[in-house]
């Protein structure tokens, strides 16, 4: 429960921090690192509306999205201390049920009849697609390193004591957050600020949601980005204790966000048909630490 808490709790600020970070960078003041949840919190006090074309599974989509975040936190524990939930190869059950949460949002645009978030579904389901063997590949190596195949286990278990180790780890970091750069549609494979249907993705796909459906929308994004920051955050949380956990947590947290934003703010969007080039090339480093594991154990 308390890694629930704190992943709350960094979500009402992560987004903001990135924000920050980019206006930082290009000069401006921008805004306050609390105005993304605000604008979030406007939206939560509004209506939605809805287009004729539409069914049931446009409105639900957005609730189901948001549950699938919350399952998937759920199972992320904040070092020796678990989550709400936590089972053998409970990493298999966070991939899918962001998945399933992904797939509701998927079939929500198409249920729209827009040609433009058909197209932006297409290439959601791509991405999601080629970065999922990346993040099972780092979790199954991470796993085949400490004997264990729980978040839980494996995080505790998880010590940086030798050169390799550190090696490993910030492999496994910058691929964390590549993978939450992908799943949440940021540069350098996506641009949440773009304005133009052909090159937009996730953006596109909400184009018809508004009001309460698109508050929750972008919160559950908020707590996407803080979750990827809590399993980073993981890596060197290890076995410390209580408060140290804590203090640890949130510092990671900063920090993922301050990368997220200079990665934003001075790399360019690739083109299209170079982000699935991209993300395979993540995996195949996932494999080279896979293989140096293996000859580790060996």
């Known amino acids: 429960m308390l890694s629930f808490a704190l992943i709350f709790v960094a979500s009402l600020f992560f987004t903001g921090i990135v924000v920050r970070v ?18 979030i919190w406007r939206l939560l006090r ?4 809805y287009s004729r074309t539409s069914s049931l599974v446009f409105q639900l ?12 936190i759920a199972v992320v524990p904040l070092g020796s201390y678990g989550g709400i939930i936590s089972f053998s ?21 198409l249920d729209t009849g827009s040609s433009f978030e058909g197209m932006g579904a297409s290439r959601e389901a791509l991405f999601s697609m080629l970065a999922e063997p990346a993040f099972f590949i780092l979790m199954g190596t991470l796993g085949l390193l400490t004997g264990h195949t729980s978040f839980l286990q494996i995080f505790s278990g998880l010590h940086i004591d030798s050169n390799l180790s550190y090696i490993l780890v910030t492999i496994a970091c910058f691929l964390l957050i590549m993978i939450c750069m992908i799943e949440n549609s940021r540069m350098p494979v996506d641009d949440p600020k773009t304005h133009l249907e052909l090159t937009m993705i996730h953006e596109v796909m909400i184009l018809d949601n508004s009001g309460f459906d698109l508050g929750l929308i972008l ?5 996407k980005f803080a979750m990827y920051g809590a399993l980073i955050a993981n890596l060197f949380i290890g076995n410390m204790p209580l408060w140290p956990s ?27 048909g170079h982000n699935s080039q991209f993300i395979l090339v993540l995996s195949s480093l996932a494999l080279l630490m896979l293989l140096g594991v293996m000859l580790i154990i060996n």
């Open 22 to 39: 980019k206006s930082l960078a290009s000069g401006r003041k921008g805004p306050g690192v609390f105005q993304p949840i605000r604008d």
């Open 46 to 49: 509004k209506g939605a509306v």
């Open 61 to 72: 989509a957005p609730s189901v999205y948001f549950a699938s975040i919350l399952a998937a």
């Open 89 to 109: 190869c409970d990493f298999v059950f966070f991939a899918y049920v962001l998945a399933l949460g992904k797939f509701f949002c998927i079939i929500a645009a």
């Open 219 to 223: 919160h559950a994004t908020n707590l």
């Open 246 to 272: 804590v203090a640890a947590f949130f510092g990671i947290q900063i920090a993922t966000a301050v990368v997220a934003g200079v990665i934003e703010s001075f790399m360019a969007r690739f083109r299209m």
